[in-house]
């Protein structure tokens, strides 16, 4: 993927959902009206990190190019460079997968 124009502040981080699976195990093929938004993502970018309240920078703990599980109903929908993207806080993401 090619460089955003786009820098996330504080503690926030870009996330591009990965595609859900459009077969179960079983084969049966499941049909886009039928599929829920796939809860894992690509972390394409990553702001400088939180303060804390003696005001020292804390980083994030991602890196781009890192394969998050987020919660459901995380995040922030938006559109950058033509592809739809999610912009969360680190604390929305609940782990690195991989």
Known sequence: MAKLNFRPLHD????????????TKGGIIIPDTAKEKPQEGEVVAVGPGG???AGKLIPIDLKVGD???FGKWSGTEIKLDGQEMLIMKESDIMGVVG
């Open 51 to 53: 303060r804390d309240e």
């Open 12 to 23: 926030r981080v870009v996330v591009k959902r990965v595609d859900a699976e459009t077969k």
């Open 67 to 69: 394969r998050v599980l």
